[in-house]
C-alpha cells in the first residue's frame, strides 16, 4: 500500500470529501506509475480520481464497526512517535 494513503475509517470527525479525494488521487498514481498524466491521459486519470473517491466515499458510508471513534489527533502523535523512532 502507499505509504501516502491513511486510513479514513472510524475517525471523529469523519473523513471529509478532500482526504477522500486526496486518497483517491495517491491511488490512481500509485497505479498509474505517474504523478501527472499527459496531456493525452488527463481526461481518464481525472475521471479515475472521480471514480475512485466516490467509490471510496461509499465504502467509508456503509462500513460499521462497535470501536470507539479515534482521535485524528492522538493517531497523529504516535504517527509521530514511530516515525521519530524509525528515522531518528
Avoid: W
Avoid at 482526504?19 to 497505479?31: S, T
Avoid at 473517491?53 to 467509508?60: E, G, I, M, S, V
Avoid at 456503509?62 to 485524528?72: E, Q, W
Amino acid at each position: 500500500m502507499c505509504r501516502n494513503i491513511r486510513t479514513l475509517h472510524n475517525f471523529e470527525p469523519p473523513a471529509t470529501r478532500d482526504e477522500v479525494h486526496a486518497a483517491a488521487l495517491q491511488y490512481v498514481r500509485k497505479v498509474s506509475g505517474s504523478t501527472r498524466p499527459s496531456q493525452a491521459n488527463e481526461a481518464a486519470f481525472d475521471a479515475a480520481v472521480a471514480e475512485v473517491a466516490a467509490t471510496t466515499q461509499r465504502l467509508l458510508d456503509r462500513l460499521v464497526t462497535t470501536a470507539a471513534p479515534k482521535d485524528r489527533d492522538v493517531e497523529a502523535a504516535k504517527a509521530r512517535a514511530r516515525a521519530a523512532v524509525r528515522y531518528g
